[in-house]
C-alpha cells in the first residue's frame, strides 16, 4: 500500500526556516512525480512545488522561487520542501502528492498524506 508522510511543520517567526519531510512507503520514489501542496483555510490546495523524477526537472510556483527548495533522498525514499525567508502568506497546511507527471493541478495527484500545519507569525 502506497502512503505518504509529512511532517516537520510547526509555529515560526517570518524570516524563518523551516524543512518538511515527505517519507514513502510502499513505493518507490524513482520514478513519476511528487508535489507538494498547501491549503489553507477557506482556500482551495495550492501547489507549491513538483519534482519529476524521470526528467530530474524541479519547479516552483512564482512565490515560493527562491525560497523553497525540494530535494530527495533515495536512500530514505523521502521528499523534502526546505522552506527558508517564510513569510506569513505561507501559512497552510502542507502536503505531498504522487503523480505520473508534475501538475498544478491537485487532481492529479494521489495518495495524499495527512499533511504538516505551517504557522508563520509576523
Known amino acids: 500500500e502506497v502512503q505518504f508522510v509529512e511532517s516537520g511543520g510547526g509555529w515560526v517567526q517570518a524570516g524563518a526556516s523551516l524543512t518538511l519531510s515527505c517519507e514513502a512507503s510502499?513505493?518507490?520514489?524513482?520514478?513519476?512525480?511528487i508535489g507538494w501542496f498547501r491549503q489553507a483555510p477557506g482556500k482551495e490546495r495550492e501547489g507549491v512545488s513538483c519534482i519529476n523524477f524521470s526528467e530530474r526537472s524541479t519547479f516552483y510556483i512564482s512565490s515560493v522561487e527562491g525560497r523553497f527548495t525540494t530535494v530527495r533522498d533515495n536512500d530514505k525514499n523521502a521528499v523534502y520542501l526546505q522552506m527558508n525567508n517564510v513569510r506569513p502568506e505561507d501559512t497552510a497546511k502542507y502536503y505531498c502528492g504522487l503523480a505520473y507527471v508534475c501538475s498544478w493541478d491537485a487532481r492529479h495527484f494521489g495518495f495524499w498524506g495527512q499533511g504538516t500545519q505551517v504557522t508563520v507569525s509576523s
Open positions: 510502499g513505493f518507490t520514489l524513482n520514478d513519476r512525480a
